[in-house]
Nanobody, 129 residues
Framework: QVQLVESGGGSVQAGGSLRLSCAAS????????MGWFRQAPGKEREGVAS????????YYADSVKGRFTISQDNAKNTLYLQMNSLIPEDTAMYYC??????????????????????WGQGTQVTVSS
């Protein structure tokens, strides 16, 4: 069983930056993809960014391209999300996710929740204007 613990959320003004971290433990071998998702009040969970852990392939939602960067430190079993030029619309609970399945690399599935098996509890990001 994989455990994921997010940290790094907080409140920031528009234009600011935050870096989220996700520490993975408990059977991290063979994790195929990891990703960041977010859910704002009254909205469905949406994929933000994902990464293929075996290489350098990354995927981003159009809404965050050029502003967010996903990265991983395999030695530390940690996933990161660097968020720059934050806007109020980025306000949401951010979740880390992981999977051992291969569906996460299928076309169109990179940022879809059903492709991921393990989820963290989330960290809140609030961006004020």
């Amino acid at each position: 069983q994989v455990q994921l613990v997010e940290s790094g959320g907080g409140s920031v003004q528009a234009g600011g930056s935050l870096r989220l971290s996700c520490a993975a433990s408990g059977g991290t071998a063979n994790i195929y993809c990891m990703g960041w998702f977010r859910q704002a009040p009254g909205k469905e969970r949406e994929g933000v960014a994902s990464i293929y852990t075996g290489g350098s392939s990354t995927y981003y939602a159009d809404s965050v391209k050029g502003r967010f960067t996903i990265s991983q430190d395999n030695a530390k079993n940690t996933l990161y999300l660097q968020m720059n030029s934050l806007i109020p619309e980025d306000t949401a609970m951010y979740y880390c996710a992981a999977t051992r399945g291969r569906l996460c690399r299928a076309p169109g599935w990179n940022l879809l929740s059903p492709a991921y098996t393990y989820w963290g509890q989330g960290t809140q990001v609030t961006v004020s204007s």
